[in-house]
């Protein structure tokens, strides 16, 4: 089976404090990072059972994962497994990255947000090119904000030029045009992020070859849709999988639309939806080493 999972278990707190977010330096207590850890070694311990199937991980935390150990350690680990085409994760990328040195380039990635006022802008720009260096691929973005706008073209100036630049569309903001062909100057794509898409009834690849996971093992078609599946753990939730058409009037995160099958997004990222990365870009790490024959996400 080819299954790609979306994992996002309780962890909840992050060391910045985005105006936007609503986890802004918000603290875990000991016992919930304790049972995050617990959540997902056991979650990391299933995938590296999984010999039998073909399997794409992508870590979305509420949080911020990369400052805690068990992330990079979950990351390394499941890089190195045959059977695991990608595994990448959201990240500010606020933590250290020569923990990559154990990862294996052709199967980790990055998605990292840029976050203007969070961080000292050279600090963030030294890090993304040691991952350069490094191999890794990875994606950087902002959110579209006015006063991001600047910084986001500063960036993509500085960025290597085949490290791709993506734009969300910040929530509850609307865009007119002349602001809309700014963003879109920077990132082509951001046209798919400006406004919500109509998805009701449409047919949809989360719940059939891709699923969300929480930290109890519980399984959803996605990380916005409520109905469960089954668990993980005992197995129950291979019998739901099957096509669905998705039961929400829009869907307006990246993470949820890219799957739709009425969008073209799996030829745009074709080998690097986890990561958003659209196809033609990454660097010398390529794709992933299963997909270096046939292109998966």
């Given at each position: 089976?080819?299954?790609?999972?979306?994992?996002?278990?309780?962890?909840?707190?992050?060391?910045?404090?985005?105006?936007?977010?609503?986890?802004?330096?918000?603290?875990?207590?000991?016992?919930?990072?304790?049972?995050?850890?617990?959540?997902?070694?056991?979650?990391?311990?299933?995938?590296?059972?999984?010999?039998?199937?073909?399997?794409?991980?992508?870590?979305?935390?509420?949080?911020?994962?990369?400052?805690?150990?068990?992330?990079?350690?979950?990351?390394?680990?499941?890089?190195?497994?045959?059977?695991?085409?990608?595994v990448a994760i959201q990240?500010?990328?606020?933590?250290?990255?020569?923990?990559?040195?154990?990862?294996?380039?052709?199967?980790?990635?990055?998605?990292?947000?840029?976050?203007?006022?969070?961080?000292?802008?050279?600090?963030?720009?030294?890090?993304?090119?040691?991952?350069?260096?490094?191999?890794?691929?990875?994606?950087?973005?902002?959110?579209?904000?006015?006063?991001?706008?600047?910084?986001?073209?500063?960036?993509?100036?500085?960025?290597?030029?085949?490290?791709?630049?993506?734009?969300?569309?910040?929530?509850?903001?609307?865009?007119?045009?002349?602001?809309?062909?700014?963003?879109?100057?920077?990132?082509?794509?951001?046209?798919?992020?400006?406004?919500?898409?109509?998805?009701?009834?449409?047919?949809?690849?989360t719940g059939e070859s891709?699923?969300?996971?929480?930290?109890?093992?519980?399984?959803?078609?996605?990380?916005?849709?409520?109905?469960?599946?089954?668990?993980?753990?005992?197995?129950?939730?291979?019998?739901?999988?099957?096509?669905?058409?998705?039961?929400?009037?829009?869907?307006?995160?990246?993470?949820?639309?890219?799957?739709?099958?009425?969008?073209?997004?799996?030829?745009?990222?074709?080998?690097?939806?986890?990561?958003?990365?659209?196809?033609?870009?990454?660097?010398?790490?390529?794709?992933?080493?299963?997909?270096?024959?046939?292109?998966?996400?």
């Amino acid at each position: 089976m080819d299954l790609t999972i979306l994992y996002r278990g309780p962890l909840a707190s992050c060391d910045y404090d985005c105006p936007y977010c609503p986890f802004a330096k918000r603290r875990d207590s000991t016992a919930a990072l304790r049972a995050d850890r617990a959540a997902l070694d056991r979650f990391t311990a299933w995938v590296t059972a999984q010999t039998g199937d073909r399997l794409s991980v992508l870590f979305t935390p509420w949080g911020e994962g990369l400052v805690r150990s068990w992330y990079r350690r979950a990351l390394v680990d499941l890089s190195r497994l045959p059977h695991v085409r990608r595994v990448a994760i959201q990240t500010n990328l606020s933590c250290r990255t020569d923990w990559l040195d154990g990862a294996d380039a052709g199967t980790v990635a990055l998605w990292c947000t840029y976050h203007p006022g969070q961080t000292p802008y050279d600090r963030f720009l030294a890090k993304c090119r040691d991952l350069a260096e490094r191999g890794i691929r990875y994606s950087v973005g902002v959110v579209g904000l006015p006063g991001h706008l600047e910084q986001a073209r500063r960036l993509r100036a500085d960025l290597p030029g085949h490290v791709y630049l993506w734009v969300n569309a910040a929530e509850g903001h609307t865009y007119d045009d002349a602001d809309a062909g700014a963003w879109t100057e920077l990132d082509p794509l951001f046209p798919y992020s400006r406004r919500p898409h109509a998805s009701a009834g449409l047919p949809c690849r989360t719940g059939e070859s891709v699923v969300s996971v929480d930290g109890d093992g519980t399984v959803r078609r996605c990380h916005f849709v409520r109905t469960e599946l089954g668990n993980l753990y005992d197995g129950s939730y291979r019998a739901a999988l099957g096509p669905r058409p998705c039961p929400l009037a829009v869907c307006d995160c990246h993470i949820g639309y890219v799957h739709l099958e009425t969008l073209p997004l799996y030829d745009v990222f074709a080998g690097g939806v986890l990561e958003r990365i659209p196809s033609g870009h990454g660097g010398p790490a390529g794709l992933p080493r299963e997909a270096r024959a046939t292109r998966s996400p």
